[in-house]
């Protein structure tokens, strides 16, 4: 849940999830992200390789409350930048670019 509203995502919890994350996916079919989650919480750094659908990511503290959004598009060469978090981060919900709702710091993640 995100504020108050149910979420249907895929997760990526392993080491080998996280590195696949959306790369490659062309449609999320009934989907409506993906949950990377970070035990312990760390910083993060997120890019775009083979990544075809603009994506928004959501950075979320230990406590569940979102810190930080960053936009991503895709990357179409061979030296791509990543979108780091500015903390910590125990969870990160990536999203198609556009449908994160109008959040605001502190918008809580359960």
Same mark, same amino acid.
């Given at each position: 849940?995100?504020?108050?509203?149910?979420?249907? /995502?895929? *997760?990526?919890?392993? &080491?080998?999830?996280?590195? %696949?994350?959306?790369?490659?996916?062309?449609?999320?079919?009934?989907?409506?992200?993906?949950?990377?989650?970070?035990?312990?919480? %760390?910083? /993060?750094?997120?890019?775009?390789?083979?990544? *075809?659908?603009?994506?928004?990511?959501?950075?979320?503290?230990?406590?569940?409350?979102?810190?930080?959004?960053?936009?991503? =598009?895709?990357?179409?060469?061979?030296?791509?930048? &990543?979108?780091? &978090?500015?903390?910590? *981060? %125990?969870?990160?919900?990536? =999203?198609?670019?556009?449908?994160?709702?109008?959040?605001?710091?502190?918008?809580?993640? &359960?």
């Amino acid at each position: 849940m995100l504020e108050g509203t149910s979420l249907m /995502v895929a *997760v990526a919890e392993t &080491s080998e999830q996280h590195a %696949r994350g959306l790369m490659g996916v062309e449609d999320l079919g009934e989907l409506d992200g993906m949950l990377f989650i970070f035990l312990p919480p %760390r910083s /993060v750094s997120f890019w775009m390789k083979d990544t *075809v659908i603009p994506l928004d990511a959501g950075y979320f503290d230990a406590t569940g409350k979102l810190f930080q959004i960053v936009e991503m =598009v895709p990357c179409e060469t061979e030296e791509c930048p &990543s979108f780091g &978090s500015s903390r910590e *981060v %125990r969870w990160a919900l990536e =999203v198609p670019a556009g449908s994160l709702p109008e959040l605001r710091e502190g918008a809580l993640l &359960s």
